[in-house]
């Protein structure tokens, strides 16, 4: 049974960066990724980027493709989502959701993490 | 980016009610779309895959249908534990777009 556990809520100033974790258990093959989608207050969910474990490739969002780096530790199944240059925009629920890929073709978002809160604030 | 656009936003309903939720996608994306639900303060919980595959464990109640470019949510006999809010998200090529989501309230 696959589980996501990710880290705890941060609170950032401006101009900061964040990390996120998400620990990724359970999975018995490595055709899979680990996406990072966020949902802002009163917003609908976006998505951010991922990293699939089967190629070892990451993909971003164009939006956040000059701040974000996604990576994983090998050692620790552990997927981290770091996001630079923090505004006030940032602030929201960062949620790890885990699909099943077929090389790059990936599926849906079968389960996601409990989500972390990152509040960006003076 | 492919554009998912739902309606209704909001949606009043009562326990036994038959509802539908619909959502369009700007271009064709096949039948690559996933329904989740979600609860306040809850990650979301996928309910349906390929516009009409049932996820494991969820109701029967809950099904999925396509016409084209537009889906279908439809939940027949509402149950109390129903009430929350309901995404699309389409997955055949990213960026992986959600619709703005419909919130299904108790009437």
């Known amino acids: 049974q696959v589980q996501l556990v990710q880290s705890g809520a941060e609170v950032k100033k401006p101009g900061a960066s964040v990390e996120v974790s998400c620990k990724a258990s359970?999975?018995?093959?490595?055709?899979?990724?680990i996406h990072w989608v966020r949902q802002a207050p009163g917003q609908r969910l976006e998505w951010i980027g991922c990293?699939?474990?089967?190629?070892?490739?990451?993909k971003y969002s164009q939006k956040f493709q000059d701040r974000v780096i996604i990576s994983r530790d090998t050692s620790t199944s552990i997927l981290y989502m770091q996001l630079s240059s923090l505004r006030s925009e940032d602030t929201a629920v960062y949620y790890c959701?885990?699909?099943?890929?077929?090389?790059?073709?990936?599926?849906?978002?079968?389960?996601w993490g409990q989500g972390t809160m990152v509040t960006v604030s003076s | 980016d492919i554009q998912m656009t739902q309606s209704p936003s909001t949606l009043s309903a009562s326990v036994g009610d038959r509802v539908t939720i619909t959502c369009r996608a700007s271009?064709?994306?096949?039948?690559?779309l996933g329904w989740y639900q979600q609860k306040p303060g809850k990650a979301p919980k996928l309910l349906i895959y390929?516009?009409?595959s049932l996820d494991s464990g969820v109701p029967s109640r809950f099904s999925g249908s396509r016409s084209g470019t537009e889906f279908t949510l439809t939940i027949t006999s509402l149950q109390p534990d129903d009430f929350a809010t309901y995404y699309c998200?389409?997955?055949?090529?990213?960026?992986?777009?959600f619709g703005q989501g419909t919130k299904l309230e108790i009437k």
């Open positions: 990293f699939n474990a089967g190629t070892t490739n990451t």
């Open positions: 390929k516009a009409s």
């Open positions: 959701a885990n699909t099943y890929c077929d090389g790059d073709y990936c599926s849906v978002f079968d389960l």
């Open positions: 998200q389409q997955y055949i090529t990213s960026p992986y777009t």
């Open positions: 271009q064709s994306i096949s039948t690559w």
């Open positions: 359970g999975h018995t093959v490595t055709s899979y990724a």
